[in-house]
């Protein structure tokens, strides 16, 4: 399985600001995601962003709220935009390899919006 | 819509005991399962995945279960841990715009007392 970090890990960050998440993959991998997960709830997935395309939004989920980039194989980025206090989540990436449909998470990054 | 759900939000056992937890999904097309344990503070960690094709699954202490005709898939821990003790999340493969997704269930936070 991949190894996966997440920069930051957490943040503290006032409601109007921005927050760009940082995600790093060891290996080459085709697809990654984007998810939340508020206090005490499963995971929702945000988006697919797969290298070469544009990020894929699932329903309730948009780009000026969320803006993503996937420059290489190996990195992507979620930005939080226009941060207000509910979306004080954990946001998770994880990736997949392609050869089956598991996917593999990294620690996340717990982001506190007052 | 499609979803995937936990019958029981908290199981507590004790250790060396054998644990269960239980889930249901909705979309009978779903055609790939995958078991997750998520510590505190982590990110989702694989555990065992299953295919549509299969009702049982076997890794090193754990089962999992696939009964297509009432939709449920169950979790089996043998001997459990103190480790044992996390968040255990089941998830459905399902087909987007993207390519694939995986959808989690709420959630079974699991207490193992030695």
């Known amino acids: 399985s991949a190894v996966i970090s997440q920069k930051p890990s957490r943040d503290i960050c006032q409601r109007g600001t921005s927050l760009t998440i940082q995600c790093q993959v060891d290996s080459q991998v085709t697809m990654m995601f984007w998810y939340r997960q508020q206090p005490g709830q499963s995971l929702t997935l945000i988006a697919t962003?797969?290298?070469?395309?544009?990020?894929?939004?699932e329903s309730g989920f948009v780009i000026d709220k969320f803006p993503i980039s996937r420059p290489n194989l190996t990195f992507s980025t979620l930005t939080v935009s226009n941060m207000s206090p509910e979306d004080s989540s954990i946001y998770l990436c994880?990736?997949?390899?392609?050869?089956?449909?598991?996917?593999?998470f990294g620690p996340g990054t717990r982001l506190t919006v007052t | 819509g499609e979803s995937v759900g936990l019958h029981l939000p908290t199981l507590s056992v004790q250790e060396g005991d054998n644990s269960i937890i239980n889930c249901a999904y909705s979309n009978s097309a779903s055609d790939y399962f995958i078991w997750y344990k998520q510590e505190s503070g982590k990110g989702p960690q694989f555990i065992i995945d299953?295919?549509?094709?299969?009702d049982k699954r076997q890794g090193q202490r754990v089962t999992v279960l696939l009964n297509k005709t009432v939709k449920h898939l169950s979790l089996q821990i043998a001997a459990t841990q103190p480790g044992d003790s996390a968040v255990y999340f089941c998830a459905e493969n399902t087909y987007n715009q993207a390519g694939t997704a995986l959808i989690f269930g709420k959630g079974t936070t699991l207490s193992v007392s030695s």
């Open positions: 962003a797969n290298q070469g395309s544009e990020a894929t939004y």
């Open positions: 299953i295919r549509s094709n299969m």
């Open positions: 994880s990736v997949g390899t392609g050869l089956s449909y598991e996917q593999y």
